[in-house]
């Protein structure tokens, strides 16, 4: 059985908290567990826009706390983020999300993220091995 | 892309809540979504304990709001449940759940749960095929 604590880790193992452009990511769960998905909880700055592309993962987000929304680039649609609401990127969609207050999510990620990825250009998580 | 509210499913489809001994489960995510994990927002009601074994499936559970305890039953380790504390079962451990107060807890599980499947006497869940 595995217990980790979100609040020991954001102080005591830094390696597992991730930062990039107005984003932060607590890795709960990473591929090394052995779950099978990896789950984390993200942080979207308040007045930030992100696009990313999962090219290679589902993704699933659940809205803990806050006010955004989510736009799928491929059909244009916009849909409202609000705690309750959960989007999951089952065909790998292409988005924008916006964070009109802060947003705090739930998210997993199938394959599960190993924690060496980076944010490629294109917005996509680079396979480890790709 | 899969966009599911929380707050419409527990009213507009209630095949979507289940529930069983003071526990209710909401299925944001099941098999036939295709994310190779389900995604469940779970209720516990305050004084309740729960002994549960999942012989066939990983889960991870996060609390976001309540208080509690976990009991490793092949250990006989406790450990505290409060918002921010996550348990997975990476050795689909046998465990008992007690809410001193109603806890409300983020689940993933691989395999995905199907929706079809009934919590047996030994507490597990059978496989949709076992």
């Known amino acids: 059985m595995i217990i980790r604590d ?9 390696s597992r908290v991730v930062s990039d ?10 591929a090394d567990d052995g779950m099978g998905f990896s789950f984390h909880i993200t942080f979207l700055e308040a ?11 589902f993704e699933s987000v659940y ?29 790998h969609d292409k988005h924008t999300v916006v964070a ?10 199938n394959p599960p993220v190993t924690g060496k990825e980076v944010h490629r250009e294109d917005g996509s998580y680079a396979l480890e091995d790709a």
């Open 21 to 30: 452009a107005n984003w932060t990511s607590v890795r709960m769960l990473l």
């Open 63 to 91: 809205c803990m706390q806050g006010k955004g929304r989510i736009t799928d680039l491929a059909t244009g649609e916009v849909h409202e983020i609000k705690p309750g609401v959960m989007y999951a990127l089952d065909k």
């Open 100 to 109: 009109d207050e802060e947003l705090i999510m739930a998210c997993c990620f």
């Open 6 to 14: 979100f609040n020991k880790l954001i102080e005591d193992e830094k």
């Open 47 to 57: 007045g930030s826009e992100h696009t990313f592309h999962y090219k290679n993962h």
